[in-house]
Protein backbone atom coordinates (compact mmCIF):
# COMPACT_ATOMS: atom_id res chain seq x y z
CA UNK A 1 0.00 0.00 0.00
CA UNK A 2 1.39 3.60 -1.23
CA UNK A 3 2.37 5.59 2.06
CA UNK A 4 0.24 8.67 0.85
CA UNK A 5 -3.10 7.05 1.40
CA UNK A 6 -2.26 5.51 5.08
CA UNK A 7 -0.98 8.83 6.30
CA UNK A 8 -4.12 10.02 4.71
CA UNK A 9 -6.45 7.38 7.03
CA UNK A 10 -4.52 8.20 9.61
CA UNK A 11 -5.10 12.16 9.59
CA UNK A 12 -8.81 11.45 9.32
CA UNK A 13 -8.65 8.99 12.07
CA UNK A 14 -6.55 11.45 14.00
CA UNK A 15 -8.67 14.50 13.00
CA UNK A 16 -12.14 12.38 13.75
CA UNK A 17 -10.85 10.98 17.56
CA UNK A 18 -10.40 14.36 18.75
CA UNK A 19 -13.44 15.66 21.32
CA UNK A 20 -15.84 18.03 20.00
CA UNK A 21 -16.06 21.34 22.45
CA UNK A 22 -18.68 20.82 24.35
CA UNK A 23 -21.84 22.82 24.27
CA UNK A 24 -22.72 25.92 26.24
CA UNK A 25 -24.84 24.10 28.55
CA UNK A 26 -22.01 21.33 28.56
CA UNK A 27 -19.77 23.91 29.16
CA UNK A 28 -22.09 25.63 32.15
CA UNK A 29 -22.23 22.11 33.52
CA UNK A 30 -18.53 21.67 33.30
CA UNK A 31 -17.40 24.95 35.15
CA UNK A 32 -19.78 24.50 37.92
CA UNK A 33 -18.95 20.88 38.46
CA UNK A 34 -15.08 22.06 38.69
CA UNK A 35 -15.82 25.25 40.81
CA UNK A 36 -18.96 24.70 42.87
CA UNK A 37 -18.66 20.81 43.71
CA UNK A 38 -14.41 20.52 43.44
CA UNK A 39 -15.22 17.98 41.07
CA UNK A 40 -11.45 16.39 39.63
CA UNK A 41 -12.10 15.52 36.71
CA UNK A 42 -14.20 18.71 35.36
CA UNK A 43 -11.24 20.57 36.35
CA UNK A 44 -8.75 18.18 34.42
CA UNK A 45 -11.66 18.70 31.71
CA UNK A 46 -11.47 22.42 32.03
CA UNK A 47 -7.61 22.76 32.20
CA UNK A 48 -7.27 20.71 28.89
CA UNK A 49 -9.71 23.03 26.63
CA UNK A 50 -8.42 25.97 28.21
CA UNK A 51 -4.80 24.94 27.78
CA UNK A 52 -3.87 26.01 31.18
CA UNK A 53 -3.80 25.25 34.85
CA UNK A 54 -6.98 26.43 36.96
CA UNK A 55 -5.79 25.64 40.69
CA UNK A 56 -2.77 26.00 42.85
CA UNK A 57 -4.65 24.86 45.75
CA UNK A 58 -7.41 22.49 46.89
CA UNK A 59 -10.62 23.02 45.93
CA UNK A 60 -11.06 22.83 50.29
CA UNK A 61 -8.73 24.88 50.89
CA UNK A 62 -9.98 27.19 48.40
CA UNK A 63 -13.45 26.80 50.51
CA UNK A 64 -11.62 26.98 53.74
CA UNK A 65 -9.86 30.49 53.00
CA UNK A 66 -13.50 31.79 51.72
CA UNK A 67 -15.07 30.69 55.16
CA UNK A 68 -12.48 31.42 57.48
CA UNK A 69 -10.26 34.59 55.51
CA UNK A 70 -6.59 34.92 56.72
CA UNK A 71 -6.54 33.01 59.86
CA UNK A 72 -3.41 31.90 61.48
CA UNK A 73 -4.51 31.40 65.22
CA UNK A 74 -5.39 27.95 66.11
CA UNK A 75 -8.28 29.01 68.71
CA UNK A 76 -12.11 27.81 69.68
CA UNK A 77 -13.21 30.24 66.20
CA UNK A 78 -10.88 29.21 63.97
CA UNK A 79 -11.65 25.45 65.25
CA UNK A 80 -15.62 26.12 64.32
CA UNK A 81 -14.48 27.61 61.69
CA UNK A 82 -13.19 25.15 59.84
CA UNK A 83 -16.53 22.67 60.77
CA UNK A 84 -18.48 25.45 59.36
CA UNK A 85 -16.26 25.15 56.02
CA UNK A 86 -16.48 21.32 56.04
CA UNK A 87 -20.31 21.96 56.27
CA UNK A 88 -20.04 24.39 53.14
CA UNK A 89 -17.96 22.35 51.15
CA UNK A 90 -20.49 19.32 51.91
CA UNK A 91 -23.37 21.78 50.46
CA UNK A 92 -21.74 23.09 47.48
CA UNK A 93 -21.16 19.31 46.64
CA UNK A 94 -24.90 18.91 46.66
CA UNK A 95 -26.06 21.77 44.64
CA UNK A 96 -25.25 19.85 41.54
CA UNK A 97 -26.14 22.93 39.56
CA UNK A 98 -26.62 22.03 35.80
CA UNK A 99 -28.13 23.98 32.62
CA UNK A 100 -31.89 23.01 31.78
CA UNK A 101 -31.69 24.78 28.54
CA UNK A 102 -29.99 28.09 26.71
CA UNK A 103 -30.80 30.68 24.15
CA UNK A 104 -28.34 32.30 21.69
CA UNK A 105 -28.38 35.82 21.75
CA UNK A 106 -25.28 36.66 19.34
CA UNK A 107 -23.80 40.73 19.09
CA UNK A 108 -21.88 42.00 16.93
CA UNK A 109 -19.58 38.60 15.79
CA UNK A 110 -19.82 37.47 19.41
CA UNK A 111 -21.44 34.24 20.07
CA UNK A 112 -23.96 34.39 22.76
CA UNK A 113 -25.75 31.94 24.91
CA UNK A 114 -27.78 32.77 28.17
CA UNK A 115 -27.84 29.31 29.58
CA UNK A 116 -30.69 28.64 32.28
CA UNK A 117 -29.67 25.96 35.29
CA UNK A 118 -31.38 24.83 38.32
CA UNK A 119 -29.33 24.69 41.82
CA UNK A 120 -30.32 22.34 44.64
CA UNK A 121 -29.67 24.80 47.92
CA UNK A 122 -29.86 24.29 51.31
CA UNK A 123 -33.62 25.85 52.25
CA UNK A 124 -32.97 27.81 55.51
CA UNK A 125 -36.05 29.53 55.67
CA UNK A 126 -38.08 26.34 56.11
CA UNK A 127 -36.64 25.76 59.06
CA UNK A 128 -38.50 29.10 61.03
CA UNK A 129 -36.60 31.98 62.08
CA UNK A 130 -32.56 32.02 62.07
CA UNK A 131 -31.43 32.34 65.64
CA UNK A 132 -30.93 35.76 66.44
CA UNK A 133 -27.88 37.83 65.39
CA UNK A 134 -25.46 37.68 68.76
CA UNK A 135 -24.22 40.54 70.55
CA UNK A 136 -20.30 41.71 70.24
CA UNK A 137 -19.12 38.86 72.40
CA UNK A 138 -16.93 35.91 71.50
CA UNK A 139 -19.56 33.28 73.08
CA UNK A 140 -22.61 34.54 70.88
CA UNK A 141 -20.50 35.01 67.34
CA UNK A 142 -19.54 30.94 68.16
CA UNK A 143 -23.27 30.36 69.00
CA UNK A 144 -24.07 31.97 65.40
CA UNK A 145 -21.33 29.84 63.98
CA UNK A 146 -22.84 26.76 65.80
CA UNK A 147 -26.27 28.18 64.84
CA UNK A 148 -25.24 28.31 60.90
CA UNK A 149 -23.24 24.27 61.03
CA UNK A 150 -26.73 22.70 62.73
CA UNK A 151 -29.05 24.80 59.78
CA UNK A 152 -26.86 23.12 57.51
CA UNK A 153 -26.97 20.21 58.51
CA UNK A 154 -30.63 19.80 58.46
CA UNK A 155 -31.73 22.14 55.93
CA UNK A 156 -34.47 20.45 53.45
CA UNK A 157 -32.94 21.52 49.78
CA UNK A 158 -35.39 22.97 46.96
CA UNK A 159 -34.69 24.08 43.36
CA UNK A 160 -33.16 27.80 42.86
CA UNK A 161 -33.32 28.54 39.03
CA UNK A 162 -30.72 31.12 37.75
CA UNK A 163 -29.26 32.39 34.47
CA UNK A 164 -25.71 32.79 33.13
CA UNK A 165 -24.32 34.70 30.20
CA UNK A 166 -21.43 32.10 28.09
CA UNK A 167 -19.34 33.55 25.50
CA UNK A 168 -17.28 32.81 22.62
CA UNK A 169 -15.72 34.60 19.16
CA UNK A 170 -16.33 31.34 17.10
CA UNK A 171 -17.01 27.80 16.99
CA UNK A 172 -13.54 26.34 17.38
CA UNK A 173 -13.32 28.41 20.69
CA UNK A 174 -14.80 27.31 24.06
CA UNK A 175 -17.67 28.71 26.03
CA UNK A 176 -16.99 30.69 29.04
CA UNK A 177 -18.79 32.05 31.66
CA UNK A 178 -19.06 35.65 31.63
CA UNK A 179 -21.04 35.82 35.30
CA UNK A 180 -20.85 33.05 37.19
CA UNK A 181 -20.61 33.88 40.69
CA UNK A 182 -17.38 33.95 42.16
CA UNK A 183 -17.51 30.94 45.11
CA UNK A 184 -17.62 33.50 48.41
CA UNK A 185 -21.28 34.71 46.79
CA UNK A 186 -22.27 30.96 46.63
CA UNK A 187 -21.20 30.75 49.96
CA UNK A 188 -23.42 33.80 51.07
CA UNK A 189 -26.24 32.13 49.26
CA UNK A 190 -25.86 29.02 51.31
CA UNK A 191 -25.82 30.64 54.53
CA UNK A 192 -28.43 33.49 54.01
CA UNK A 193 -31.81 32.36 53.36
CA UNK A 194 -33.33 35.10 51.92
CA UNK A 195 -30.44 35.03 49.76
Avoid: K
Wanted: net charge negative.
Amino acid sequence: MPRLPLALLFMAFSASAQPALPTAEQSFDLFARFMLEGDADAAAQVSELTGAPLRSERWEDAVDRVVLGDAPTDDARTRLGRELSRQIALALRQTHCRSTGSERRDNDGLQIAIVDYTCQMPDLAAQGDAAPAGADSEHDALSDVRAAITRLQHAPSRAQTHQVILARNGDSDLWIPQDLPPLHVWVERLLLPEY
